[in-house]
């Protein structure tokens, strides 16, 4: 199975499942969506998606944060958006915000808010994990169960649970 077909069909977990039962865009008039210069990480070999897709809203570009992996520096691939896409075309990074996956000091993998989300989502600063919907978070899991029998995106994971650390040193818990 290639990686591509992996990604597409765990997209499919969340075309109908979403953060909470409401349209949580309306909150904040879509901030998340904007467009804005933020951009959005991609997972290990998702990149290989997008120039399948060639989306017309959207451009990947080689940003500074990298993780290594089979003894070479990987840099990793962001995904710049000009604020209206399909939805359906996503990548996974959009699909799951405000939550992300993340390996903990014990080498646990669990979901978190991402505390780069607290500048923008309303949902970040209000809510717990707990507070999300079920199925949306148990989706997240699933995906991630999937994804992390890849050593690389385990690799991955481990650099960017790091790069998450020194966000969290920002935000009180």
């Known amino acids: 199975m290639n990686v591509e077909y992996i990604y597409l069909q765990l997209y499919r977990l969340f075309d109908k499942s979403t953060p909470i ?4 865009g309306k ?9 804005d210069d933020g951009g959005m990480y991609l997972f290990p070999g998702e990149e290989k998606v997008f120039k399948l897709l060639k989306p017309n809203w959207a451009k990947t570009e080689k940003s500074d944060f990298y993780y290594e992996f089979g003894g070479k520096r990987k840099n990793v691939p962001i995904l710049f958006c000009d ?31 991402d505390p780069r989300a607290k500048s923008m989502c309303p ?42 650390d020194e966000y969290k040193k920002f935000f009180k818990e």
């Open 123 to 164: 949902l970040s600063n209000t809510l717990d994990i707990a507070d999300f919907d079920g199925g949306f978070v148990k989706n997240i899991k699933k995906a991630f169960a999937v994804l992390m029998r890849s050593k690389e995106i385990t690799e991955y994971l481990k650099a960017y649970s790091e790069y998450i």
């Open 27 to 35: 909150l904040c008039k879509k901030r998340c969506c904007k467009g």
């Open 21 to 24: 039962k409401a349209d949580c």
């Open 83 to 113: 604020g209206i896409c399909d939805r359906y075309q996503r990548p996974l990074a959009c699909r799951i915000f405000p939550l992300t996956p993340y390996i903990n000091k014990d080498g646990k993998a669990e979901i978190i808010i």
